[in-house]
Each structure stands twice: as structure tokens, then as C-alpha cells.
């Protein structure tokens, strides 16, 4: 599968981005998706995360009650909706496949198989 992410931008304190992975190749219902980002100066690591059936969903605690994961498999994309944003929200964003039996999802980035291109998201004060 090959994973495009798309939907960043610069926004300020309080507004709202939804960032997009479109997917190619095979549908998303075949992995366990998962977005994650990088600010500067700081390892890569987990915002949300979403089951192979779409019935269970992660949140980091940072984001929790701020942004929502979904998916729409007639579009085969995968959203990352995110309201109330901060400026400690500013970093790349990247969207992951995993490719897995169980359909689960998983919140370390070493269990994803495939990522696609990150999506810069600038939050100003």
C-alpha cells in the first residue's frame, strides 16, 4: 500500500486542521492505521491510532478529547480531524500502515510497515 498524507498547514492557537492519508494499492481496512508526529528536536512518537475493523481507537493524552481518527473506506483515506490546536501540536505529521493478523493497532512506530510522506501542521500563538 502506498500512503499519501496531505492537510497541513499554519494555523493559530484554537483553530482546526483535518489532516488526510489516502491510501493506493489496497483498501485501509487491510491494516491498522496510525497517525503519529515529529516536532523539532524531539523523536517521532504515536497521536492516535486506529483498529483494522475501525472499532477500537488510541489517543495519545495529549491530544485526547482534541482530535478524532477515522476512516472512510469508500475513499480509502484515513482522517485525522484536530480542533482546539496548540502551538506544542506544531510538527510533521505521518500517517502508518500496519500489516497484521490480529488487526490491531499499535502505538510504537516499529510495528507499522508502511508510512507515507509527512504533512507539516504550524500552530502560532
Known amino acids: 500500500v502506498q500512503l499519501q498524507a496531505y492537510g497541513g498547514g499554519l494555523v493559530q492557537a484554537g483553530e482546526s486542521l483535518r489532516l488526510s492519508c489516502a491510501a493506493s494499492?489496497?483498501?485501509?481496512?487491510?491494516?491498522?492505521m496510525g497517525w503519529f508526529r515529529q516536532a523539532p528536536g524531539k523523536e517521532r512518537g504515536v497521536v492516535a491510532a486506529?483498529?483494522?475493523?475501525?472499532?477500537?481507537?488510541y489517543y495519545a493524552d495529549s491530544v485526547k478529547g482534541r482530535f478524532t481518527i477515522s476512516r472512510d473506506i469508500a475513499k480509502n483515506t484515513v482522517y485525522l480531524q484536530m480542533n482546539g490546536l496548540k502551538p506544542e501540536d506544531t510538527a510533521v505529521y505521518y500517517c502508518?500502515?500496519?500489516?497484521?493478523?490480529?488487526?490491531?493497532?499499535?502505538?510504537?512506530?516499529?510495528?507499522?510497515?508502511?508510512w507515507g510522506q509527512g504533512t507539516e501542521v504550524t500552530v502560532s500563538s
Open positions: 494499492g489496497r483498501t485501509v481496512s487491510s491494516y491498522g
Open positions: 486506529i483498529s483494522r475493523s475501525g472499532s477500537s481507537t
Open positions: 502508518a500502515a500496519r500489516a497484521t493478523a490480529s488487526g490491531g493497532y499499535a502505538v510504537l512506530e516499529r510495528f507499522y510497515d508502511y
